[in-house]
């Protein structure tokens, strides 16, 4: 696998797509070069002093940093050229990009959180990019007010101690790790399967008193001895979605962010649909786990605007229908 890079892995996709015309290769390979550039911004921010806010609020009311502005630039600057994207749609724009003109319209739309978990960015913690791609429909901004089920890929980069470029395409998910002194990303881990059922758990608990009744008795649940093994679930929470959603890929459990009382104005949890759930449920369903509000998948949402949100229940099958269970007899 060590030779195989990114782009070598997309030319050998490609050829199962007679019809393709090379914009989905050209396309993958923009977002994980902008997921370098990225990377090469985190490592030096701090000594750029290039951390800290940006004195500004998205239109979600999130505190920007100076590093969601640049990283968001870096996307929208790489999209925008050559008519592959028609509309970019991003967690940091109040209004998605519209990059098509009359005369040339490109084939993708593209969702994506430019720095995700950016609470992490001044204390030098893990820190993701998420993208979702769908095809382009009607041209318009009708075409991001669609199912989830309409990606036709998915994925993230995970800023850790390795950058590492995961891809959910074909109903296959692949792992890609960067390596600095060739500027590639190697192929590490190819047809992922998220274990079935897991020993993790990540959510912010320090909401537990907003929580509906059942959420407070899923997690006791989680907490509670396996009457088989004796063991519990284990917390692991870093508020990188990205980087708890990856553990929970690979070694199994549940990340939850439900709907909770604290904030009247946002009855849905955190999470945006289109940026987040979306992308992140694509990629959970294509290695056999699942993404559900608690009342049904999370690809069947279908977003009224282009910043809603939902909540997300994302991880191993077991735990998933475990949570939609105690939702269930709460109604
Ligand atoms: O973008 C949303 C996000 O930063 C996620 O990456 C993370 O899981 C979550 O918010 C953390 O939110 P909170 O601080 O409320 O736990
Ligand atoms: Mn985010």
């Not at 100076?66 to 008519?83: P, R």
């Not at 800023?159 to 002194?181: I, K, M, N």
């Not at 991880?315 to 939609?324: N, T």
């Amino acid at each position: 696998m060590r030779d195989v890079t990114l782009t070598r892995y997309l030319i050998a996709k490609q050829k199962f797509h007679p019809e393709a015309t090379g914009e989905f290769t050209d396309l993958i390979n923009r977002i994980a070069f902008c997921g370098k550039l990225v990377a090469r911004e985190l490592r030096r921010s701090q000594l750029a002093g290039r951390t800290g806010s940006a004195h500004h609020e998205n239109v979600s009311g999130d505190e920007q940093k100076k590093l969601d502005v640049v990283a968001n630039d870096i996307f929208v600057t790489h999209l925008e050229y050559g008519s592959i994207v028609t509309l970019a749609a991003s967690e940091e724009l109040d209004e998605p990009a519209v990059f098509a003109t009359e005369r040339e319209r490109g084939s993708y739309v593209v969702c994506f959180d430019p720095i995700d978990g950016s609470s992490n960015l001044d204390v030098n913690g893990t820190l993701g990019t998420i993208f979702g791609i769908r095809r382009r429909r009607a041209g318009s901004l009708a075409d991001l007010f669609t199912s989830g089920r309409e990606q036709v890929a998915a994925g993230y980069i995970l800023y850790g101690p390795a950058t590492q470029f995961v891809l959910a395409s074909g109903g296959e998910v692949a792992v890609f790790t960067y390596e600095g002194e060739t500027g590639e990303f190697f192929l590490t881990q190819d047809r992922l399967r998220m274990p079935t059922k897991g020993t993790n758990y990540a959510v912010n608990e320090g909401n537990s008193h907003f929580w509906h009744e059942e959420m407070r008795r899923f997690v006791a649940n989680l907490k509670t001895p396996d009457p088989k093994t004796g063991k519990t679930h284990r917390t692991r929470y870093s508020a990188s979605l990205v980087g708890d959603f990856h553990r929970i890929l690979l070694e199994g459990g549940i990340y939850l962010y439900p709907e909770d009382t604290s904030d009247p104005a946002k009855p849905n949890g955190k999470l945006r649909i289109l940026y987040e759930c979306h992308p992140l449920a694509f990629v959970a369903e294509a290695a056999g786990g699942r993404a559900s509000t608690g009342k049904g998948p999370v690809l069947d949402v279908i977003p009224e605007k282009p910043h809603a949100r939902c909540p997300l229940a994302i991880g191993s099958e077991s735990e998933v229908a475990l949570y939609e269970k105690y939702v269930r007899e709460s109604e």
